[in-house]
């Protein structure tokens, strides 16, 4: 039972709702239920007659006809307001097609051009069938979100309308926003992922397999920060998309650092270091972020944010050395990025530990840290061998081998063999 049904004034419980708190209220508001319903019976039953009741150019302006006195308008003005709402140009996008719409295109400099019919093909001024419009478009609101789309080519509705009263044509944009999908942290470690250090210059990139092992060679993606705002905007979205069709093309995450220079480029931090703080204010972290975040939402492909501490002094530490051979020149940079995709996929990053004291092995030498977590035997200790343990006892010498060879045996005692020692578990 809902409220209409209850008496005014009626106490609600937990399992019905209780009455309005006057009259005049419960009036208004079955008032209201029964227009609602009404208006439901209707449209039901036009969609079962298949009728569809559309008025291009809205309602208000069919109606505005039999009052023009009040809407303050001549007849000639509203047969023009009139035609104007039936001349219009509307198209839907295709995902995949170049800029997401092949019949209305828009490029990201704001070129407008048309595929026209094949009768009127003859009209054409660019190849491919294309008439190309002398104006430019510029989108301000949303304009960001519109040039990520179209650079990965999704899908852009796009209508031209004229605005009769302001003299002017108008093209809309519209797209569907996917919901973001949260992805599991195990099924983006999956096959591996890619690891990124954000540069002022370049982003460098390095692929990792899912236990921290660089595949391949570095790559780096540079982009160029010296010109105007909408020059330096078009430099990023184009190293980013090179970087996401890289990563889409191996189904790999990219593991990026979680950068925020808001509180870090203050003199009272860094002092007089205006070379240090000049070059971290040119870094586009948030824009770059927030452009990488919005296009890889496009595509599917999962960001895993990390932290940056300490990211780039650990790679050129651990990684710079090892990664760099005669062919092969190992920057700074490239070793950062398989830092950050290190930590990002859960394993440490420094490659090697400290070895143990020279009293509780038999030589100093480097360990790895390349075992996996679930390695058996990781943490355990040495598996005990029967014989002797140190080399200053002989065989045949020991606590327990005084009547062992007086056994007669085919092969010999455990503690009369060759003591070799088995090579131990990686461990961390």
């Known amino acids: 039972m809902g409220r209409a049904q209850a008496c005014p004034h009626e106490k609600g419980s937990k399992r019905a709702p209780g009455g ?41 302006l069919l109606n505005t006809r039999h009052h023009l006195d009040a809407g303050q308008l001549t007849e000639e003005q509203w047969r023009t307001r009139w035609q104007a709402g039936r ?23 704001g070129e407008v051009s048309l595929k026209l019919p094949a009768p009127l093909a003859h009209l054409a001024n660019a190849p491919h069938g294309r008439y190309v419009l002398t104006a430019r478009v510029a989108f301000a609101h949303r304009g960001e979100q519109w040039a990520d789309r179209v650079t990965v080519n999704r899908a852009v509705a796009y209508r031209i309308h004229e605005d009769v009263e302001r003299r002017r044509w108008y093209l809309t944009a519209s797209w569907t926003i996917p919901p973001v999908q949260t992805v599991p942290l195990t099924v983006a470690r999956t ?58 093309r191996h189904s790999l995450s990219i593991a990026i650092e979680d950068l925020d220079f ?67 020149t190992t920057t700074r940079h490239d070793a950062a990025a398989v830092a950050i995709g290190r930590r990002a996929l859960g394993h ?16 100093q030498g480097h360990r790895t840290v390349q075992a996996r977590l679930n390695t058996p035997g990781r943490e355990e200790s040495r598996p005990h061998i029967p014989g002797p343990r ?19 045996r085919s092969v010999r005692p455990a503690g009369h063999e060759f003591w070799r020692q088995d090579s131990l578990p990686l461990s961390l």
């Open 262 to 328: 808001t509180a870090e480029k203050t003199r009272e931090k860094h002092g007089r270091r205006k070379r240090f703080r000049n070059l971290i204010s040119g870094m586009p972290v948030g824009k770059l972020r927030a452009r990488l975040v919005s296009m890889a939402a496009e595509l599917g492909i999962t960001i895993v944010a990390v932290d940056p501490a300490y990211t780039s002094k650990w790679g050129a530490q651990h990684w710079q050395k090892p990664l760099t051979s005669k062919n092969r």
């Open 191 to 248: 096959n591996g992922l890619v690891g990124v250090d954000t540069n002022a210059d370049h982003l460098a990139a390095w692929r990792l397999d899912e236990h921290g092992n660089p595949v391949g060679e570095p790559f780096r993606f540079g982009f160029d920060l010296s010109g105007t705002a909408q020059y330096r905007d078009t430099q990023v979205r184009h190293a980013l998309i090179r970087l996401l069709h890289w990563a889409r």
């Open 87 to 109: 001349r219009f140009l509307e198209t839907d996008g295709e995902s995949g097609k170049r800029y997401g719409n092949e019949t209305i295109r828009v490029t990201l400099d």
């Open 390 to 408: 140190t080399r200053s006892v002989r065989a045949g010498c020991g606590a327990k081998a005084g009547d062992q060879d007086a056994q007669h």
């Open 20 to 60: 309005y708190r006057s009259r005049q209220e419960w009036h208004a508001k079955s008032r209201r239920l029964h227009v609602l319903a009404d208006r439901l019976q209707a449209a039901r039953a036009d969609w079962e007659a298949g009728i569809v009741r559309v008025v291009r150019g809205g309602r208000r």
């Open 348 to 363: 440490p990053i420094r490659r090697r530990t400290a070895p143990p004291p020279a009293h509780r092995s038999d030589e």
